[in-house]
Nanobody, 123 residues
Framework: QVQLVESGGGLVQAGDSLRLSCAAS????????MGWFRQAPGKEREFVAC????????KHADSVKGRFTISRDNAKNTVYLQMNSLKPEDTAVYYC????????????????WGQGTQVTVSS
C-alpha cells in the first residue's frame, strides 16, 4: 500500500505561482507513473499532468500546457507540480496519483490517490 501526501496548496492571486509536492511512503515509488488530477466544485475529476517512472517523459493537459510543469525526484520519493501564471479557473482540489502508464493515466486506472490539497486562485 502506497500512501501519498500532498502539500503546497493555498490561496493566491491570479498570475501567481505555486509548487505542489507529493511525498510517497514507499521505495516502490519509482515503479509508478505519477501524476496529478484536479477537481473543482460540481465538476468531475480531471487529468492535469503525469510523468514516466524515470522522469524523461511527461504529458500535460491542454488547459495547463505552458503554465504547469510536472517533475519527480525518485531519490526523495516525491513528485512536484510547478504552477505558474495561475488563473481563477485553476481553483480546485489537486490530487496526486500513482498509475501504470502515461497513455492510460485516467481516473479508472489509478492505483493510489492522495488526500488532496486545495488551490484557490482569486481574480
Amino acid at each position: 500500500q502506497v500512501q501519498l501526501v500532498e502539500s503546497g496548496g493555498g490561496l493566491v492571486q491570479a498570475g501567481d505561482s505555486l509548487r505542489l509536492s507529493c511525498a510517497a511512503s514507499e521505495r516502490t515509488f519509482s515503479s509508478y507513473v505519477m501524476g496529478w488530477f484536479r477537481q473543482a466544485p460540481g465538476k468531475e475529476r480531471e487529468f492535469v499532468a503525469c510523468i514516466t517512472r524515470n522522469g524523461e517523459g511527461t504529458k500535460h493537459a491542454d488547459s495547463v500546457k505552458g503554465r504547469f510543469t510536472i517533475s519527480r525526484d525518485n531519490a526523495k520519493n516525491t513528485v512536484y507540480l510547478q504552477m505558474n501564471s495561475l488563473k481563477p479557473e485553476d481553483t480546485a482540489v489537486y490530487y496526486c496519483a500513482a498509475g501504470d502508464t502515461l497513455v492510460l493515466f485516467t481516473t479508472t486506472r489509478i492505483h493510489y490517490w492522495g488526500q488532496g490539497t486545495q488551490v484557490t486562485v482569486s481574480s
